[in-house]
DNA sequence: GCGGATCGTTGGTCGCACCAACAAGACCGG
DNA sequence: CCGGTCTTGTTGGTGCGACCAACGATCCGC
């Protein structure tokens, strides 16, 4: 696409779509998917906490939440416990297996950054992040106003 | 998701989430998707030509080329001629109403590069492209060799 | 002429993002 | 205390993009 070599969106497309194809690769030998890393994240970062605030942490949808929460619990990764306080909610827990399972995903991550990044200096990484940045905050900023 | 802030991987995901909710919106409304206008803009680039040639130039593929093109022919968009010359072969053609649609999805796709790197300087932006074209362009070369 | 490659087509799979509806429960104003 | 409103988990379904396997038909090199 000759046409599109020059397109914001065209490149933002491809290299998201390589950075995805080398993540996904990764963690389903690991036999994850993005949504398991994000939400074992942030349950590692907040600690135990409900679907719903899981899904509001995330970006997750409440009901993709509940598919990839299946998966994981099947896995042993995560444990639901139905909260005292407030009886519609689901206290979520990450098990030891979790935080085990958490740590390989992350350093499977962190060497795809770097592969993702090879052709970029340390600087430049630095400058695209900051770019990057910059784009999408405004765009998340701008969502629920 | 404070963690994951720094990523170069999350950013360019999330980035390229924004453009393509941009894009799928400002296309839907023009009655089309991502996959109409890269053959659109293909044939307009290349001329007319088969579907395996419009699948390797726009890297698609082969039989997601033929949905679109059901699609698009519905909307006398292109006509599908059988080649002569190779009786496997389809020719693709462009209809006038094709140009005139690509016309405007190519107006929707400029204006939504500019709502994208709203927050960037020119210089900013090219510097962005700049780095971009080079994870990219890594990638792809590296994918066939 | 035969074997291997190519072409269009059909019919699936997967991941991600999203939406509508519902019952159960919480919560608040009157 | 009761009714309305909101939240929560869950079910089920949509759309897009990328991909893969298999098929008959056709072409091409040997």
Redesign the pocket.
């Known amino acids: 696409m000759t046409t599109l070599r020059h397109v914001p969106s065209w490149l933002i ?2 290299a998201s ?1 390589h950075s ?2 080398l ?2 690769e990764g ?2 030998t690991a036999g994850a ?4 890393y ?1 939400l074992l994240a942030a349950l590692a970062a907040a600690g135990p906490a ?7 942490a995330t ?12 998966e994981m619990t099947a896995q042993r990764l995560i444990e ?1 416990t139905p ?1 005292p ?8 827990t990450l098990t030891p297996a979790g935080e085990r399972h958490l740590a390989t995903l992350e350093t499977v991550l962190a060497g795809i950054q770097d592969e993702i990044c090879a052709p970029l200096s340390a600087a430049e990484r630095d400058q695209l992040v900051h770019l990057l940045t910059r784009i999408v905050d405004h765009h998340t900023g701008e969502r629920t106003p």
């Open positions: 497309g491809q779509m995805h194809r993540l996904a963690f389903a998917r993005g949504y398991h994000r409900s679907q719903a605030t899981l899904g509001r970006g997750i949808d409440r009901s993709d939440v509940v598919a990839a929460l299946n639901r909260d306080d407030d009886r519609r909610r689901n206290i979520v």
